[in-house]
């Protein structure tokens, strides 16, 4: 049965930080991508975040750039967002999500319908 588990959100001040991490079971991580979407109440779901499963490329969307770090421990088939100098508008359901593509240059990491599955969320609340 394939898993993706997330944890690690809470509520933070400006400024502050999270560590966010995907647990993944249940499929050949090294053959997947794992990316970070996050979606706040009445917006569309955003790519935040993306790694291979090979941990050779990563992207970052442009309002998380230089506060956000994804990197992957592929032992322990788990994914990590660092997130540092987080903001308000941070404030979101954060989900993780797998695409069977080991190549994040070959998709649009940021298109939802490319993953094939999905964790169930974990909440981050960013106060000012």
């Known amino acids: 049965e394939v898993q993706l588990v ?4 809470g509520l933070v001040q400006a400024g502050g930080s999270l560590r966010l991490s995907c647990a993944a079971s249940g499929f050949t991580f090294d053959d997947y991508s794992i990316a970070w979407f996050r979606q706040a109440p ?4 955003e790519g935040v975040s993306c790694i291979s ?10 309002s998380v750039k230089g506060r956000f770090t994804v990197s992957s421990d592929n032992a322990e ?4 967002l660092q997130m540092n100098s987080l903001k308000p ?3 979101a359901v954060y989900y993780c999500a797998a695409a069977e593509e080991s190549d994040i240059d070959s998709y649009d990491y940021t298109d939802p319908n490319e993953y094939d599955y999905w964790g169930q969320g974990t909440q981050v609340t960013v106060s000012s």
């Open 53 to 62: 499963g090979s941990g050779g490329g990563t992207y970052y969307a442009n």
């Open 6 to 9: 997330e944890s690690g959100g």
């Open 42 to 45: 009445g917006k569309e779901r």
């Open 89 to 91: 508008e941070d404030t």
């Open 77 to 80: 088939k788990t994914v990590y």
